[in-house]
T-cell receptor, first 113, second 110 residues
Framework: DTGVSQDPRHKITKRGQNVTFRCDPI?????LYWYRQTLGQGPEFLTYFQNEAQLEKSRLLSDRFSAERPKGSFSTLEIQRTEQGDSAMYLC???????????FGQGTRLTVV | GQQVMQIPQYQHVQEGEDFTTYCNSSTTLSNIQWYKQRPGGHPVFLIQ?????EVKKQKRLTFQFGEAKKNSSLHITATQTTDVGTYFCAGRSGYSTLTFGKGTMLLVSP
């Protein structure tokens, strides 16, 4: 158990619907990352926060994706107007600094039908 | 952008055989990390290498970082069924975020 909780664990949604995922971090880890992982691939970086500030976003992150981390604690990732290509595992990870190990949550598996 | 490549994509061994996965980066790395992901699980950190030519061991696992800091390897001696999973390397250049390879899936038959 890494202490990083993600909710829900699984989500099935119809194409075109909006979905929101939540990540609750280990309290002393100030950097929070979102990754996306599809079958047979490694985690792909989406965005990261240092405390409440969103410092970097990947080019993979289209306008339909938005992430927030109010108050520098939990974070949410919202996908609007979902498409079948959004089906993936969405992983949240925490680190204490820029060159330290990442603690991953168990992920939210999204299936868009 | 930075690319991290891993080979092989997949390896099936008999229990007791050795296993090696290789990782190559398109850019010089400041550090490299290795993670293991069990089937249905999430990536779990194994180790970080920082220095050129560094070698670290964890029981049956040996990790190496190349002299040029552009490649790395993970070697498992005498595999066990508990070693089953996908092994990822993840590299960082400067202050960039971690870039993961596609992983090597290891299957171990008893």
């Amino acid at each position: 158990d890494t202490g990083v909780s993600q909710d829900p664990r699984h989500k099935i949604t119809k194409r075109g619907q909006n979905v929101t995922f939540r990540c609750d971090p280990i309290s002393e880890h100030n950097r929070l990352y979102w990754y996306r992982q599809t079958l047979g691939q490694g985690p792909e970086f989406l965005t990261y926060f240092q405390n409440e500030a969103q410092l970097e976003k990947s080019r993979l992150l289209s306008d339909r994706f938005s992430a927030e981390r109010p108050k520098g604690s939990f974070s949410t990732l919202e996908i609007q107007r979902t498409e079948q290509g959004d089906s993936a595992m969405y992983l949240c990870a925490m680190t204490t600094g820029s060159n330290t190990e990442a603690f991953f949550g168990q992920g939210t598996r999204l299936t868009v039908v | 952008g930075q690319q991290v490549m891993q080979i092989p994509q997949y390896q099936h061994v008999q229990e007791g055989e050795d296993f090696t996965t290789y990782c190559n980066s398109s850019t010089t790395l400041s550090n490299i990390q290795w993670y293991k992901q069990r089937p249905g699980g999430h990536p779990v950190f194994l180790i970080q290498l920082v220095k050129s030519g560094e070698v670290k061991k964890q029981k049956r696992l040996t990790f190496q970082f190349g002299e040029a800091k552009k490649n790395s390897s993970l070697h498992i001696t005498a595999t066990q069924t508990t070693d089953v999973g996908t092994y990822f390397c993840a590299g960082r250049s400067g202050y960039s975020t971690l870039t993961f390879g596609k992983g090597t899936m290891l299957l171990v038959s008893p």
